[in-house]
């Protein structure tokens, strides 16, 4: 027959229980950390990049005034573009309008296109634009472009922008340099400022010739004119 246990005994195991159980608790956390250190299977995961290819034939360019152009400097005619990397419809802009007018009027030479970026839409606007202008600090304003529109379904974060910097070709160190002395701030609201003192209140927003634009305007349209119809008048010299 078993004896019953003494309060002394019960005591004594309660405690030997309760430092197991402790001692399993740091263990596991000297483990995790450990795993974090060593960048193991609890590191944070990569940020999903969509890789984008320029067209490198094609030239680019800064114009007098500090902007940057896509396309023949000579070409009969201009497109100014201000624009905003967190806009939505600056985006379908870029992915729908942009592609046929690449390939129809800037690869021939007939159109040089010029982009204003500006930040007066969301909370990706100031980040987008700082860090395409720390871009073009390295030549690279197309290519990080390029990558901020595409993937602009994720929020601009200083981890997620020297992602895709790193994906668009910079040097990881100068652009977070860049980026982290607010180099280009004071650029990027002075540009904003003056385009809205030219009336620019939304983006996209484009200038040809004397005329303006708004919107994300359709490449060919049935309806209401297209982009296409509107430069065939313009080389045509209507």
Same mark, same amino acid.
């Not at 956390?29 to 590191?43: D, M």
């Not at 944070?44 to 320029?54: E, I």
């Not at 600056?90 to 309008?97: A, G």
């Given at each position: 027959?078993?004896?019953?246990?003494?309060?002394?005994?019960?005591?004594?195991?309660?405690?030997?229980?309760?430092?197991?159980?402790?001692?399993?608790?740091?263990?596991?956390?000297?483990?995790?950390?450990?795993?974090?250190?060593?960048?193991?299977?609890?590191?944070?995961?990569?940020?999903?990049?969509?890789?984008?290819?320029?067209?490198?034939?094609?030239?680019?360019?800064?114009?007098?005034?500090?902007?940057? &152009?896509?396309?023949?400097? !000579? $070409?009969?005619?201009?497109?100014?573009?201000? %624009?905003?990397?967190?806009? *939505?419809?600056? +985006?379908?802009?870029?992915?729908?309008?942009?592609?046929?007018?690449?390939?129809?009027?800037?690869?021939?030479?007939?159109?040089?296109?010029?982009?204003?970026?500006?930040?007066?839409?969301?909370?990706?606007?100031?980040?987008?634009?700082?860090?395409?202008?720390?871009?073009?600090?390295?030549?690279?304003?197309?290519?990080?472009?390029?990558?901020?529109?595409?993937?602009?379904?994720?929020?601009?974060?200083?981890?997620?922008?020297?992602?895709?910097?790193?994906?668009?070709?910079?040097?990881?160190?100068? &652009?977070?340099?860049?980026? !982290? $002395?607010?180099?280009?701030?004071?650029?990027? %609201?002075?540009?904003?400022? *003056?385009?809205? +003192?030219?009336?620019?209140?939304?983006?996209?927003?484009?200038?040809?010739?004397?005329?303006?634009?708004?919107?994300?305007?359709?490449?060919?349209?049935?309806?209401?004119?297209?982009?296409?119809?509107?430069?065939?008048?313009?080389?045509?010299?209507?």
């Amino acid at each position: 027959m078993a004896k019953a246990k003494t309060r002394g005994q019960t005591n004594k195991e309660d405690r030997s229980v309760w430092i197991v159980y402790v001692g399993i608790g740091l263990i596991a956390l000297l483990l995790t950390f450990v795993l974090i250190r060593i960048g193991g299977q609890v590191s944070a995961p990569q940020t999903a990049v969509t890789p984008v290819k320029l067209d490198s034939s094609i030239p680019t360019g800064v114009t007098a005034e500090g902007a940057f &152009f896509w396309g023949k400097p !000579d $070409a009969p005619v201009t497109i100014d573009l201000y %624009e905003d990397l967190g806009c *939505q419809h600056c +985006r379908d802009f870029f992915k729908n309008t942009e592609p046929p007018l690449e390939e129809q009027y800037i690869k021939t030479g007939k159109v040089r296109l010029i982009s204003h970026p500006i930040a007066i839409v969301n909370s990706n606007s100031a980040p987008g634009a700082q860090a395409v202008m720390c871009a073009a600090d390295q030549e690279k304003y197309w290519e990080m472009r390029a990558v901020l529109f595409t993937n602009q379904d994720q929020s601009f974060s200083r981890a997620v922008l020297i992602e895709l910097a790193r994906s668009s070709g910079l040097d990881e160190k100068a &652009f977070i340099a860049c980026y !982290d $002395a607010q180099r280009h701030k004071a650029a990027v %609201e002075e540009r904003s400022q *003056q385009a809205l +003192r030219l009336g620019v209140t939304g983006t996209p927003t484009l200038f040809i010739g004397a005329d303006r634009y708004e919107g994300a305007l359709s490449f060919e349209s049935g309806t209401t004119l297209g982009l296409k119809a509107i430069l065939e008048q313009k080389l045509g010299g209507g």
